[in-house]
């Protein structure tokens, strides 16, 4: 199976900061990396996929990076809805594999 | 507009069983892939079950194989998924989804539904 480790699990900042969320897979996924956004008592919303492809309607501010075994999100001027959890997704072989999950929390 | 409804939930008790429905609307069912996937209280995601659009190919991680059965209906555009042998840790939020794949993109749960808590206690 292929793990997704990502880190940090928890990141403090403020509106207007930027951050970055990084992905660790276990073996080379070959850019097959997902991510969502996940609000408390939301489901998870799709936001990336094949690892810089940003989903229809998700605002240009999200960007995703990286290749082989190491991906990153990154979110430029965060906004006041931006402070959720975040998972990542191994999407090149099942089982399909989640990272722990970082939550991104108002400063 | 996409929906996805899930059904079904509730208490059981550890050694029984539970089935949950998933009724999507607003899209062409018997096109796509679906999907079930958990959430443990205060836990991360964790991928359950996927079948393929036909229903004829069916995945599981090796957590529930042999426990839980993912099946569809098309005439009805319901999913389902069957549940036997529960156990404490399956106690979760499970998510109903719509899944793409694509040719050097992967796989991924492009709609989700809004999820339905399955509690196994005594």
């Known amino acids: 199976d292929i793990q997704m480790t990502q880190s940090p699990t928890s990141l403090a900042a403020s509106v207007g900061e930027s951050v970055t969320i990084t992905c660790l897979a276990s073996?080379?996924?070959?850019?097959?990396l997902v991510w969502y956004q996940q609000k408390p008592g939301k489901s998870p919303q799709l936001l990336i996929y094949?690892?810089?492809i940003l989903e229809d309607g998700i605002p240009s501010r999200f960007s995703g990076s990286g290749s082989d075994t190491q991906y990153s999100l990154k979110i430029n001027s965060l906004q006041p809805e931006d402070f959720a959890s975040y998972y990542c997704?191994?999407?090149?072989?099942?089982?399909?594999?989640f990272g722990g999950g970082t939550k991104l929390e108002l400063k | 507009e996409v929906q996805l409804v899930e059904t079904g939930g509730g208490l059981v008790q550890p050694g029984r069983s539970l089935k949950l429905s998933c009724v999507a609307s607003g899209f062409t069912f018997n096109n796509y892939w679906m999907s079930w996937t958990r959430q443990a209280p205060g836990k991360g995601l964790e991928w359950v079950a996927s079948i393929t659009n036909s229903g004829g190919s069916t995945y599981y991680p090796d957590s529930v194989k042999g426990r839980f059965t993912i099946s569809r209906d098309n005439a009805q555009n319901t999913l389902y998924l069957q549940m036997n042998s529960l156990r404490s840790e399956d106690t979760a939020t499970y998510y109903c989804?719509?899944?793409?794949?694509?040719?050097?993109?992967?796989?991924?749960?492009?709609?989700w539904g809004q999820g339905v808590m399955v509690t196994v206690s005594s």
């Open positions: 989804t719509r899944d793409i794949t694509i040719a050097a993109i992967g796989y991924y749960f492009d709609y």
């Open positions: 073996e080379d996924i070959y850019g097959s």
């Open positions: 094949g690892a810089t």
């Open positions: 997704q191994n999407g090149l072989s099942t089982p399909w594999t």
